[in-house]
């Protein structure tokens, strides 16, 4: 008991089970969903606080911070054998240790349970049995992820015409990469078109890779639409591992159409720049706005080059 109890078993052991747990999901499954970023992280700190409890006389937030250890030792774990990158998990941090708390709460009521009965070993192993089965269901009950649009403009003192001809084909974009472009985030560079019309392919060139898009709207000097059918890897990951490519940076974030309006609003021209997407990581309430920010900043470094250009500053 006082060895299961202790700080390191307390730690170690979870971590090691959510470590096996993450593989099956990911590599077994190929599922990023509910049981991996909410079941799992509850699982570890559960079982985290339950161990730590076997003492009754220890405190909710001694058995939190125990679990919050077990997590960070998983993430860890995650980080070295090539499961995920720093930075995915850094973004999973926030909702794990959210979920500690309510997982160090079953903890330690499982604690209680087990003491009181000749049956509290099987706790552990029941956790250790459920999840399988829960990822399992996850995987097979998964459906399509919803379309997403974010959209945002800027206001340019320049012509419509002028403003056309920028958004069609830009120059390079020299400024650096700055905010979350310094962590691995993809940034666009430049755009390049082969033709005009319908019809024509439009290249946009990210620090990843380049977007094929095949124009569907022609109507200058007010519209510019095309559809995806290529995108790069939306990042890439911070590892220690050389040409790391996690299995989510594929066909995970997926750009399916875009757009940009242009209309005249006096002496200024309003630009608008619209990304359809979808998301397969869920849950979508946690995942979608960070996803959607990401495509916000893309549009923001896009649009503040043109205006630059336009206006000639």
């Keep these: 008991m006082k060895v299961l109890s202790s700080a390191w078993c307390a730690i170690i052991l979870p971590a090691l089970v959510g470590l096996g747990w993450s593989g099956l999901a990911v590599h077994g499954l190929g599922v990023y969903g509910w049981s991996l970023f909410v079941v799992l992280p509850l699982f570890v700190s559960t079982g985290a606080s339950l161990l ?3 003492q009754a006389s220890r405190l909710f937030w001694s058995a939190y ?3 919050c250890a077990s997590l960070l030792l998983l993430g860890v774990m995650l980080l070295f054998i090539a499961i995920d990158g720093f930075i995915c998990l850094v973004m999973t941090l926030p909702i794990s240790v959210v979920l500690g708390i309510p997982g160090t709460f079953l903890g330690r ?3 209680r349970l087990g003491s009181s009965s000749r049956g509290g070993a099987a706790w552990p192993c029941l956790l250790i049995a459920l999840f ?3 990822a399992a269901f996850d995987a097979s009950t998964q ?5 997403r649009v974010v959209t945002t403009s800027v206001s340019i003192r320049a012509p419509a015409e002028r403003v056309w001809q920028i958004v069609i084909a830009f120059p390079t974009i020299t400024k650096p990469a700055d905010g979350i472009f310094r962590f691995g985030f993809a940034y666009p560079l430049s755009a390049d078109i082969a033709g005009s019309g319908v019809g024509a392919i439009r290249h946009c060139t990210f620090s990843t890779g380049s977007f094929v898009e095949p124009i569907t709207d022609w109507e200058p000097p007010r519209l510019l639409a095309f559809d995806v059918t290529s995108c790069p890897e939306p990042m890439q990951e911070f590892s220690p591992y050389r040409d790391f490519h996690a299995r989510h940076l594929k066909n995970y974030m997926v750009s399916h159409h875009g757009e940009f309006r242009i209309q005249q609003d006096g002496a200024s021209t309003i630009l ?6 979808t998301h397969s990581i869920s849950p979508q309430w946690y995942w979608g706005p960070i996803s959607d920010y990401i495509i916000h900043r893309i549009h ?4 503040t ?3 630059s250009i336009a206006e000639g500053t």
């Design 52 to 54: 730590w409890s076997l």
């Design 65 to 67: 911070g125990i679990a």
């Design 109 to 111: 009521y499982l604690a």
């Design 132 to 134: 399988p089965p829960i």
């Design 143 to 147: 459906s399509s992820p919803p379309m």
């Design 272 to 277: 608008q720049g619209t990304t359809w997407y």
């Design 300 to 303: 923001e470094r896009v649009l």
């Design 305 to 307: 080059h043109i205006r």
